[in-house]
């Protein structure tokens, strides 16, 4: 063993196991390096919130396509080519005046990857998991968001292989926008319950 | 089993720290993780239950330590293990034990645009029509199983609503130890806010759990 390098002293950290991991696992024929790339560039480059977007904008610009929407999510977004054949169990949930809903997954985190791609830090977390079914107007306060009390709130704790996703309210002002334009102005946080959807959009 | 994952209304876990502007990963190693845990499970030697359920029995304190993708390469590692594919000493070795065998082709990049993004289906045909219908008033049972389940603590022996009805699907209590995927009715099901946590909640408000017909008795 070579003790001058000082990172050596150290227990290996999970980047020197993963390697390890993956260089045993691909002598033993088990995986291709190939395929592991393409993965990870499918979900750095691909699948991701702006396909939750785009489909948020279709159903605020044509009614026939959020009733299929809110009737059969999987196959409504297949449509749109984001999951073949519709075989995506995928629930959407229509925020209104009266109503707002909150996805959580309090016992892993499950997500609806098809749509929005992976989860951010936060949903996966120990607080989020922990408060959202106990205390979600205050967790949504740490949003930013203050929900009135005549307000209904639904979480939907995801225990099961159903998907969820959050058909935001579209904001006033936004009549003359396009698909694009509309798509631009969907966040991620809004198409879990964490946001509302504003003129002034967001990156994610 | 009662593990720290069940974490549904748990106090003390801190403030939610939302990240602007956040990478899909934050180190390559979690993208290499990530990738090996999709293309491994397409060796079909578990389900996404077993998955679940691999990721439950890390110890509560490491459990609360990991980072999530610590949590998904010690889960992989004990299904890599407990499926046979890699024994203990290919793991503390590094190496491919003399005569390993390469018994399944990998999944290679060219199969991947079909077997990616879809994750599977769950739905499953039976023959029994639903126990329960929409607008009947049930009750989560009281069960305390050691094993994989997906009632959350927090709703079990409250009463709630059936809202809609899913159709059937695998049961992940018997799915996650290889015991047959048991399909079932999968039920919606409305709890008021009161109803799981007391008169200090919210009256209007409620969550939505989905339950296996299992996990239910009539009320």
Same mark, same amino acid.
Do not use: C
């Given at each position: 063993m070579d003790h001058d390098h000082d990172h050596q002293e150290v227990p290996p950290d999970p980047a020197l196991r993963v390697m390890a991991l993956e260089s045993l696992l691909v002598e033993k024929g088990l995986v291709d390096p190939a395929a592991l790339d393409a993965l990870i560039d499918t979900y750095e480059h691909k699948v991701g919130p702006r396909n939750g977007a785009r489909v948020v904008a279709r159903a605020w610009l044509d009614p026939e396509y959020k009733k299929r929407l809110l009737a059969n999510?999987?196959?409504?977004?297949?449509?749109?080519?984001?999951?073949?054949q519709g075989r995506e169990h995928l629930v959407v949930l229509e925020n209104t005046p009266e109503r707002h809903n909150l996805v959580v997954c309090t016992l892993c985190s499950c997500y609806p990857w098809a749509v929005?791609?992976?989860?951010?830090?936060?949903?996966?977390?120990?607080?989020?998991?922990?408060?959202?079914?106990?205390?979600?107007?205050?967790?949504?306060?740490?949003?930013?968001?203050?929900?009135?009390?005549?307000?209904?709130i639904r979480v939907w704790d995801s225990t099961s292989e159903v998907r969820y996703l959050v058909l935001p309210k579209r904001p006033d002002g936004t009549e003359d926008m396009t698909e694009d334009e509309l798509a631009a102005l969907v966040t991620r946080d809004a198409m879990i319950g964490a946001a509302k959807v504003t003129l002034a959009g967001g990156p994610t | 089993m009662n593990g720290v994952h069940d974490m549904g209304g748990m106090h003390g876990m801190g403030p939610i720290t939302p990240e602007a502007n956040e990478p899909v990963f934050h180190e390559p190693w979690e993208g290499r993780v990530y990738a090996l845990?999709?293309?491994?499970?397409?060796?079909?030697k578990w389900n996404i239950d077993a998955?679940?359920?691999?990721?439950?029995?890390?110890?509560?304190?490491?459990?609360?330590?990991?980072?999530?993708?610590?949590?998904?390469?010690? =889960?992989?590692?004990?299904?890599?293990?407990? $499926?046979?594919?890699? @024994?203990?000493? &290919? !793991?503390?070795?590094?190496? *491919? /034990?003399?005569g390993s065998s390469k018994a399944t082709p990998p999944l290679t990049a060219d199969q991947l645009a079909a077997a990616v993004?879809?994750?599977?289906?769950?739905?499953?045909?039976?023959?029994?029509?639903?126990?329960?219908t929409v607008g009947q008033t049930v009750?989560?049972?009281?069960?305390?199983?050691?094993?994989?389940?997906?009632?959350?603590?927090?709703?079990?022996?409250?009463?709630?609503?059936?809202?809609?009805?899913?159709?059937?699907?695998?049961?992940?209590?018997?799915?996650?130890?290889?015991? =047959?995927?048991?399909?079932?009715?999968?039920? $919606?099901?409305?709890? @008021?806010?009161? &109803? !799981?946590?007391?008169?200090? *909640? /919210?009256?209007?408000?409620?969550?939505?759990?989905?339950?296996?017909?299992?996990?239910?008795?009539?009320?």
């Open positions: 999510g999987g196959a409504a977004i297949s449509e749109l080519g984001y999951a073949s929005l791609g992976l989860p951010p830090v936060w949903y996966k977390s120990a607080p989020y998991r922990s408060r959202a079914v106990i205390d979600p107007r205050g967790v949504l306060r740490e949003f930013g968001l203050e929900i009135p009390e005549e307000v209904e | 845990i999709r293309a491994t499970a397409a060796l079909g998955s679940r359920h691999s990721i439950e029995r890390i110890p509560p304190a490491d459990y609360l330590r990991m980072s999530y993708y610590e949590k998904w390469l010690a =889960g992989l590692t004990t299904r890599l293990e407990e $499926s046979g594919l890699v @024994s203990r000493a &290919e !793991l503390e070795s590094g190496r *491919a /034990a003399l993004p879809e994750r599977g289906w769950f739905e499953r045909p039976v023959n029994e029509p639903p126990r329960f009750r989560a049972k009281k069960i305390n199983p050691t094993g994989h389940t997906r009632l959350p603590r927090y709703a079990r022996g409250a009463v709630g609503v059936v809202d809609r009805i899913h159709g059937a699907h695998v049961f992940p209590d018997s799915s996650a130890h290889f015991r =047959g995927e048991n399909p079932q009715h999968l039920y $919606s099901v409305r709890f @008021s806010a009161r &109803e !799981l946590w007391g008169e200090a *909640a /919210a009256a209007r408000d409620s969550v939505y759990i989905d339950l296996w017909e299992d996990y239910l008795e009539s009320a």
